[in-house]
Structures are given as structure tokens and as C-alpha cells.
């Protein structure tokens, strides 16, 4: 008999009968012989929903009481679906997050797991339920409420999982896999049979947004068996694991793109050194995160220096550099915030020369042009013009043949 965690994204509960769907298919899994906990999400759209509300309220409202407010939308699923499975004569009980006592950091908004009591889920399993856990929500040592960040039923659903030992973690959602890169930009994008964690870990942090980074990063270290699956069709779904033998390894397997960035610009630095802590210092206090950073090579004793950050954070960011400008006698200080970044992911990548230069050589010939460049071991990302994001995904798409499976 295994024990199988499965959650369920916003669209997979997002109506009576979606739940009534997921309720269903929860009840033939267990007529298979599986013990079951299921964590849910809200029903799509309902995050978004309390969002838009705490900000009509407050501009930048109070971080304990925005989750109180957002983590109410998984209460309500919980308690729908644990009522669906009963009327069908499948015993079920719901737990939001601080019940069945997921305890966090203290970061609203974004909290960590810090760990899970697991001994009323294992009581209730043993006595023959299902267990309904809600997403996206803890609780932390002085018993606030807190939540993990966007998408973060996800992480909920791979730390129960390891908290259980569960022989898989499932994430049903509303595609059937994880692909070469979103379906929704490129409608040749290819299922992923298998991913490995390192890889699904640089598509998630680089903006691939099926699997919350955290997750990901959960699942490897506590190395549990994680598969994507759809939830309206039946199908193999893609498996995230550990690099094996047999798997055979494309250069290239997939690409993210992240449109959540804004380009600042810094010209006219005086070339010395602690510059560059000068102008990230002020920055990192304002509590932005920095991403790609570029400093020129200086002429004329003075350089130009460029960095990217998230976009809610551009208005601040740009702020914070005019003072340091000013400070500094830099030349000028400018910015976009209609910019992407698009990376190439792919373990192969070590031990392939020329996937830079057939990358810029793909963006080249449809005149895209590159603003910046950051590489590492397993990816290499470009910063361009936020309306060359679908052409430029497309095209390197074609330019690597993600379409088509990889010769063995
Ligand atoms: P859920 O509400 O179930 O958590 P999400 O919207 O968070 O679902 O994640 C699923 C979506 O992720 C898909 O609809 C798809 O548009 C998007 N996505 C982005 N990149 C990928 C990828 N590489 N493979 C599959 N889906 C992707
Ligand atoms: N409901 C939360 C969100 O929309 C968490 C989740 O769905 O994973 O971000
Ligand atoms: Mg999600």
C-alpha cells in the first residue's frame, strides 16, 4: 500500500465541479489501494482576488494581516472538498495550515517551513481518511498566520510529503507536464518524460512558474519522488528525479523566461574601487533583490553599471540610485521596465561548446536585440525588449529542435 500526497492547483478546484471531479478521482486512487492526503489551493482566481482587496485598502498593507486575509481562500476548498469526498462515503477531514500545524519563519508573505507535526495526519490515516490539508499557509511560533509566497501549495504539498515519507509527491494542474518551455507562449513545446531536480530547480528560479522554486528545492533535498500531472486528462505526467545512467541527457532542455524584470542603468561611474558596493549597498538596504548585474570596462577613468531587479521593485530601485548618483557625480542614471529574460536550461550544457553562439545566433537573425548576458554552468540568459519575449522564446525553441525528442 503507498501513501501518495496529491495537490491540486487553483484550476483544478476552481468550480463545484472540479472539485466534485478531484473528489472522484481521489476516491479511485484510494480504491486502488493508496492512502491519500490531498492539499488544495484556492479556487483560481480567489488569491488574486483578496490581493486586489488588501491593496484597496492599504497601498502597502500590513504583512500579518495580508495573510490572514489571503490564506482564507484555501479554507474554503478544504472544507468543499472534505464534504464532496464524505457525501460520496469516503471519510475525509479537512486542516488549514496552522491545524495541522506546518510551523514557519516568521516572513510574511513569504515564509519558510520550518517543520511539520505529522502525527494527527498519520492518526487519521490510520483510521481510514482522507486527509485535506489547505496550500500556501503555516503558522509560526507565536501562532500568527503566515504564507509562503505565490504558488506556494506547492512547496505545502512536497513538505508534507517528505514529512510523511511519502512514496511520491503528485501535482495535478492544468497541464500534463512539465515542457520544453510554456505551452501557453509556444504551442510546440514538448513534454518532458523526466526532469532532473538541478534542472527544474534553474527553469523555477528563472521563471518557469509550474513548480514554486521552494518546492523544487524541498523535493531534492529530501529527495522526494516528484511528478507533474494533468488533472483533467490521464497520462504518464513528467517525473522530477536525480540524475541517472540511463537517462538520456539533451544539451538543451528547456527554456524559462521571467517578465517580472526592470533594467537600471547607472553611466558616467567613477572607475574605483568599492563602486560597485556603493551603488548595491543602498540597494540591498532598501530591501530590493539584485539579479543580473553588468559593470563595463571603464574608459576615461568612469564606467557604466547595470543591474536588474523585479519589477514592483523599479519605482524604488530608481529612487534609491538618483540619490546615490548624486553622491557619486555619476554622469546619469536611466531605466526600463519593459524587459524579459530568457534562459537556455540544460545539464548537457557542460560538456557542449557552442550553445552561446547558437543562441545569439538564433536572436540575430530575427534582429532581436541583446541587452545583457549572464551565463553559468547550466544556463545562459538574455535580457530583451519585453515585446520580443514570444518571438525570441520561439525561436531559439526552433533553433535547439526542442519540438522533437532527442535522438538516443
Ligand atoms: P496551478 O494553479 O495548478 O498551481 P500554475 O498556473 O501555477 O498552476 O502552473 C501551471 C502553468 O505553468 C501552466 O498552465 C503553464 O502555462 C505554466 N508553465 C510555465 N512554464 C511551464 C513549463 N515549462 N511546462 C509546463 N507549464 C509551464
Ligand atoms: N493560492 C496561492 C496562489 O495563488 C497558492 C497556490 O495556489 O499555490 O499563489
Ligand atoms: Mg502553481
Redesign the pocket.
Known sequence: MALIVQKY????VGSIERIEQVAAKAIAARAAGDDLVLVV?AMSGETNRLVKLAHAVASDPDPREFDVLVSTGEQVTIALLSMALNRRGCPARSYTGSQVHILTDNAHTKARILGIDEARVRGDLEEGRVVVIAGFQGVDEQGNITTLGR?GS?TTAVAMAAALKADECQIY???DG??T????VEPDARRLDRITFEEMLE?ASLG???LQIRAVEFAGKYNVPLRVLSSFEDGPGTLISYEDEEMEQPVIS?IAFNRDEAQLLMRGVPDRPGVAYHILGPVGKANIEVDMIVQNVGADGTTDFTFTVHRNDYQKALEVLEATARELGAREVSGDNKIVKISLVGVGMRSHAGIASTMFEALANEAINIRMISTSEIKISVVVDEKYLELGVRSLHAAFQLDQAPVA
Open positions: 492547483g487553483g484550476t483544478s489551493s504558488g506547492d494542474t492544468d497541464v512539465v515542457y518551455t510554456d505551452p501557453r527553469m518557469s512558474k509550474v528547456g
